[in-house]
């Protein structure tokens, strides 16, 4: 028999899911409760609270967010706002073909969808957020004075046999540039393609060297010299680091030799690093001025990314992706992850003084806080002690440089306990995203332990 969890989100991976496209998947979670008789609220942006009340008992909440990152390999055709992920299930894993899964978060809502449909003697009430892969507008305008409970489970984490106690800050910011562009005709154009990074999670995966795909090329074009740009496109959200980058340049170099170069001197750190050259002919291009070109490509360099901070225990504190450049709308995206809000100010202080040294502009488009959460908690406690009955040992505890919801929720109900569980997901944010079968089945008999506790 099917698992139901898997069930669910074999279901919900035929709906479009994009973050600010959720009114879809929002009608199924309307659909789910209406069918079950469970009462509902749903708001203008497509939040959903669902109440599952058995008696006088405190109910627990669940919660976890609808939208998807949307990646998909090169030259992939495939529309995010209308064609259904295609699962696949390989070696024990679920993956998608080409694309990002949604593991992240759909089987959290999958598992929230599963404990509804369950006839488990215990009052739930469930959340469900949009567009927590961009702005968390969902979470920071959802109502919820009318929930009861005070113990949360949160179920957008990726580590199997874990509790996370803690999250980091997240912070958007915009950074505009303001260059103008010289009509050019009759000019020895290329276009460049660099590509063949891991990508990832812009804070899971900060600290494991995959590369951003804007530096690179930066760097590449930095080594030729002597040349002026049209365009520079890469990266696609600020919570993805870049695995992708183009540009068009104008030279008279022989670019093969310098691209010989730079894969091999790149090539045992990024594996699969590739650049392609394609000569283009255009009647008349828009081009940098050459001071422009350099000045450009310095600043790109000086907004860097990766890891800022670290703790005593080699773990990551504060970091920046450089999530986005995007010359023609003189565009620059950057996030910042931080547990740590000295630093972050810090970081924050340093962003805007290297932004006016190049008379762009600063700007934060949004800010979320961080979680954390008394390991002493009567939360945490009885979920170790259900773990620990299951399996015979305990979960693992821990602080993660990821940022989730819980700390915009916890400032809308007090006293608030929360921990962060969830199945295995591998690749988070990229088209390798997997989940593991096995972990679903073990995280689903935890969280139905645990709702058979007795309090």
Not at 146 to 173: A, R, Y
Not at 337 to 349: F, G, K, P, Q, T
Request: hydrophobic share 35%; charged share 25%.
């Amino acid at each position: 028999m099917e698992n139901k969890t898997i069930h669910f989100f074999k279901e919900i991976s035929l709906i479009p899911r994009e973050s600010g496209n959720e009114k879809k998947i929002a009608d199924y979670i309307v659909l789910f409760a209406e069918k079950r008789k469970l009462p509902y609220l749903r708001d203008d942006y497509n939040n959903i609270v669902i109440k599952k009340y058995c008696g006088e008992d405190e109910p627990i909440i669940f919660q976890a967010h609808l939208d998807m990152v949307c990646e998909k390999e090169k030259g992939k055709k495939f529309d995010f706002s209308k064609d259904p992920i295609e699962i696949i299930f390989e070696n024990g894993f679920i993956k998608a073909n080409g694309t990002t899964l949604g593991a992240d978060n759909g089987i959290g809502v999958s598992q929230i969808l599963n404990i509804l449909d369950s006839n488990i003697n215990r009052s739930i009430e469930a959340i469900f957020t949009t567009s927590e892969e961009t702005s968390m507008i969902g979470a920071e305008k959802i109502d919820l004075s009318s929930l009861k409970g005070k113990k949360m489970i949160n179920l957008d984490g990726f580590e199997s046999d874990t509790i996370l106690l803690e999250s980091t800050s997240f912070t958007d910011i915009d950074i505009i540039m303001n260059y103008n562009f010289i009509e050019e005709n009759n000019k020895n154009l290329y276009k460049i393609t660099l590509f063949g990074l891991e990508g990832g999670h812009s804070g899971f995966d900060i600290n494991k060297n995959r590369g951003n795909s804007c530096i690179l090329l930066t760097q590449f074009l930095l080594e030729i010299k002597n040349i002026r740009i049209s365009s520079f496109n890469g990266g696609t959200k600020t919570n993805v680091i870049p695995s992708f980058a183009e540009t068009i340049i104008e030279t008279n170099q022989d670019l093969n030799k310098f691209i010989d170069l730079f894969i091999e001197k790149n090539k045992k750190i990024y594996i699969n690093l590739k650049i392609e050259l394609e000569s283009i002919f255009e009647k008349s291009i828009l081009l940098l001025s050459q001071n422009d070109t350099n000045q450009f490509l310095k600043s790109i360099l000086l907004f860097n990314h990766g890891v800022i901070n670290m703790n005593e225990r080699k773990e990551v504190t504060t970091s920046k992706n450089l999530g986005l450049v995007n010359l023609s709308k003189n565009l620059i995206q950057i996030s910042l992850r931080s547990s740590n809000d000295n630093e972050r100010i810090n970081v924050l202080n340093i962003l805007n003084k290297q932004c006016d040294s190049y008379n762009y502009k600063f700007k934060i488009i949004g800010y979320q806080p961080g979680f954390k959460t008394d390991e002493n908690s009567e939360l945490v406690i009885k979920m170790m002690s259900v773990y620990n009955k299951i399996n015979k040992k305990n979960p693992s505890l821990k602080s993660v440089h990821i940022s989730v919801e819980v700390g915009l929720i916890k400032e809308k109900i007090k006293d608030l306990q929360v921990v962060v569980v969830s199945s295995n997901i591998i690749g988070a944010h990229t088209i390798d995203e997997k989940v593991e079968i096995n972990s679903i089945i073990k995280c689903d008999e935890w969280l139905m332990n645990f709702l058979n506790f007795n309090f």
